[in-house]
């Protein structure tokens, strides 16, 4: 891999990260509606505060990008090694990155539509929003997977970082599958994707840095 690939990719990985917990201090302070939230704190909410939501959603686009070039470089990275095996772990984590820009862009888009549709147009939306929102964890957990999976064969990641991003699949893909439920009463059920979602952060951040301070050097394989 180019040295100046692996450590454009790493700069974007941290700037992923950077960009979606702004979108997130931006709006969730503010008062944007959590999964399993009343119909009447939505429709409040996204009848007054369309600023709001414009703002986060501009950070949005620039993160769908920065973690694009983050997938390719990480991918870069393990290739050589996974074709020596015979895997492609990494693909499947691209694949991921991928899926998750694809969905989380219906999701902004859910919520811009909120914000110029009349009240009476929000129940169906907003059950929208939280099922893609939801189901996107299953994607998030493509990508922890795939590249932890392959990061870590290629020497790249340490096993502290690959156990988080396992742990933050198991998490994510378990409020992905409970979807409904989380759904119907968020409260603890939603917990298992926040806390699923911050260890993805912590996960972003530590790869950003490993591709950084990896280069264009492939690390020794572990078998």
Same mark, same amino acid.
């Given at each position: =891999? ?5 450590? %454009? ?12 917990? %702004? ?15 009343? %119909? ?21 686009? #620039? ?9 390719? $470089? ?23 990155? $991928? ?14 539509? #909120?914000?110029?549709?009349? $009240?009476?147009?929000?129940?169906? #939306? ?51 599958? #409970?979807?409904?439920?989380? =759904? ?29 301070r990896g280069g264009g050097r492939t690390p020794a394989?572990?078998?």
């Amino acid at each position: =891999m180019n040295a100046g690939f692996g450590q %454009l990719g790493g700069l974007a990985a941290v700037g992923f990260a950077l960009v979606i917990v %702004l979108a997130n201090v931006v709006a969730v302070p503010a008062g944007l509606p959590p999964t399993g939230a009343d %119909l009447g704190q939505v429709i409040t909410f996204f009848g007054t505060r369309g600023d709001v939501v414009a703002v986060s959603s501009a950070l949005t686009p #620039l993160a769908w990008v920065l973690a694009t070039l983050f997938g390719a $470089a990480a991918v870069a990275a393990a290739r050589r090694s996974e074709r020596d095996r015979g895997e492609a772990w990494s693909l499947v984590g691209f694949a991921g990155v $991928a899926l998750q820009n694809a969905a989380f862009a219906g999701v902004v888009a859910i919520r811009l539509a #909120l914000a110029a549709a009349p $009240a009476d147009a929000a129940t169906g #939306l907003w059950a929208l929003h939280e099922a893609l929102f939801t189901l996107n964890g299953t994607f998030l957990a493509l990508a922890l997977v795939g590249l932890s999976v392959s990061g870590r064969r290629a020497g790249l990641l340490h096993p502290w970082h690959g156990i988080v991003g396992l742990v933050a699949a198991a998490l994510l893909f378990g409020s992905a599958t #409970l979807a409904p439920v989380v =759904m119907d009463h968020g409260g603890p059920f939603g917990l298992l994707g926040l806390v699923g979602w911050l260890l993805w952060v912590v996960w972003l951040v530590a790869y950003g840095a490993a591709l950084i301070r990896g280069g264009g050097r492939t690390p020794a394989a572990v078998s």
